[in-house]
């Protein structure tokens, strides 16, 4: 195949001839090296008339300061409480970023009577006029005011979390130096504002809204209690001692009364029946009863000391003596009183257990009448028992909203939270333009310059030479 006048470009079997190639770009060398050496001049004139900016940064951290002193209850056993994930650094960069942020550092620093960020104050440069009739940008006379200062403040700032940290940094881009350390550093202090107000509203926000639940929650209880102490009332469920009910406290006493008469009458029988069995076998009588009686004492000694008469009459006398006969008869006759005054008292202990035994079934009677009331008021009383849980139940919701509104009331006169986040890095008046970068943007356009150059050259000579 025949390559026109540069047949050496092609090789003999239709592949490209590098050496060729570099021989035809020397010869046209020219067209090269111009068009390179003058975007190289036109890219350093352009970085010499562009107004150069100034970037400063300055570093939050975020964490949680709050004293422990003035953390809620509820809180104090939490062991970190700094701790902030992704999404929590996401969203304080919004905050960073929020237009209420923006707004009170633009009144703050009056940004809007700056040309910088209103561009009718100084009139629009030709090449934004351009722009805008092209429609690549937008009009400024359609925007507000504020509009084109947060449209220019958006373009210069940039917040953004450091990976793997709570670290947040902002930047501000400004033609001053100055002013954009001083915007850096306002920014970062008004987030800390914004994060002190929210709390304190957080504050007294809690505070109404438990005043306002405590009020209610006072009347309901003191309800809850007056329903309480009427159904008790009305009911006849009044507690006495140990926090019993009365007829609780009455089936108890009647039962220890009951117990004692029961234990009275079985020892009264059983001490009658005994002493009746000694009389009727007319064994000799030593029950306690008999010992303990003044009037057989007497009777016992005066006998005692006939049979010792006797025994000394025995001595000197036959048994058909008037004498030892008169001893005889006053020993049976003291005998015989012994005896009946043992029967009085068998009769006084068999009618002390009658007496028993009625007590018995008297009070057995009035505990059996005392169930069946107690019976009957067992509705009341579950009744009254869910009245009671519900006063209390109350009761214990107001005691504790009423610790959590002394809590926030407590930190809300303190008058000023801490904030969650602190400044770790303060912006400073940066000497050096962030923009633009004039060495690097001379050296890209010329080489963009040189490289499409010269393949613009050799394009035309592989075409020359295929033609």
């Known amino acids: 195949?025949?390559?026109?006048?540069?047949?050496?470009?092609?090789?003999?079997?239709?592949?490209?001839?590098?050496?060729?190639i570099g021989r035809a770009l020397w010869r046209r060398k020219w067209l090269i090296v111009i068009p390179t050496l003058l975007a190289a001049l036109v890219a350093t004139a352009v970085v010499n008339v562009l107004t150069p900016r100034y970037k400063s940064e300055t570093r939050i951290l975020y964490e949680g300061r709050e004293n422990v002193f003035l953390r809620p209850e509820a809180d104090r056993n939490s062991f970190d409480r700094s701790a902030a994930d992704q999404e929590?650094?996401?969203?304080?960069v919004q905050l960073v970023l929020s237009r209420d942020l923006a707004t009170q550092v633009i009144a703050e620093l009056e940004l809007a009577k700056r040309a910088e960020f209103d561009p009718l104050i100084g009139g629009l440069p030709l090449v934004k006029r351009v722009l805008v009739a092209l429609g690549v940008s937008r009009d400024p006379y359609r925007m507000t005011p504020e509009e084109r200062v947060l449209d220019?403040?958006?373009?210069?700032?940039t917040a953004y979390a450091v990976d793997k940290s709570r670290v947040i940094t902002v930047e501000f881009q400004s033609y001053d130096p100055a002013l954009a350390a001083r915007v850096a550093n306002a920014i970062a202090?008004?987030?800390?504002?914004?994060?002190?107000?929210?709390?304190q509203e957080d504050m007294q926000a809690a505070s109404r809204w438990l005043s306002g639940e405590i009020d209610r929650l006072r009347r309901e209880v003191a309800e809850a209690e007056a329903r309480v102490e009427s159904f008790r009332s009305t009911s006849n469920l009044f507690v006495g001692t140990n926090n019993t009910?009365?007829?609780?406290?009455?089936?108890g006493e009647f039962n220890t009364q009951l117990g004692a008469a029961r234990a009275r009458k079985a020892d009264?029988?059983?001490?009658?029946?005994?002493?009746?069995d000694m009389l009727r076998r007319g064994d000799a009588i030593e029950a306690s009863e008999i010992v303990n009686s003044e009037f057989i004492r007497r009777l016992s000694e005066q006998r005692v000391a006939l049979r010792a008469q006797l025994a000394e009459q025995y001595s000197t006398l036959l048994d058909n003596h008037p004498r030892i006969k008169e001893l005889k008869a006053q020993i049976s006759d003291y005998d015989r009183q012994i005896r009946s005054e043992a029967e009085k008292l068998v009769r006084s202990l068999e009618n002390d257990a009658r007496e028993a035994a009625e007590r018995v079934t008297k009070l057995t009677s009035e505990l059996d009448a005392l169930k069946r009331q107690a019976a009957t008021s067992n509705e009341d009383d579950v009744r009254l028992r869910a009245l009671e849980r519900d006063a209390k139940s109350k009761r214990d919701l107001l005691e504790s909203y009423l610790g959590k509104y002394r809590e926030a009331s407590a930190r809300e006169s303190i008058g000023s939270a801490p904030a969650d986040a602190r400044v770790i890095s303060r912006a400073i008046v940066s000497n050096t333009p962030f923009f633009p970068k004039k060495m690097p943007i001379v050296l890209v356009a010329t080489l963009?310059?040189?490289?499409?150059?010269?393949?613009?050259?050799?394009?035309g000579e592989l075409i020359r030479a295929a033609s």
């Open 1 to 20: 195949m025949s390559f026109g006048s540069d047949p050496e470009a092609v090789g003999g079997r239709g592949e490209l001839d590098m050496r060729a």
């Open 88 to 92: 929590t650094m996401t969203s304080q």
């Open 152 to 157: 220019a403040w958006y373009e210069r700032i």
């Open 189 to 199: 202090q008004t987030y800390l504002k914004l994060q002190q107000g929210n709390k």
């Open 245 to 251: 009910t009365l007829s609780n406290q009455q089936l």
């Open 268 to 276: 009264l029988e059983t001490r009658a029946r005994l002493l009746r």
């Open 448 to 459: 963009a310059t040189f490289f499409v150059a010269a393949g613009l050259v050799t394009a």
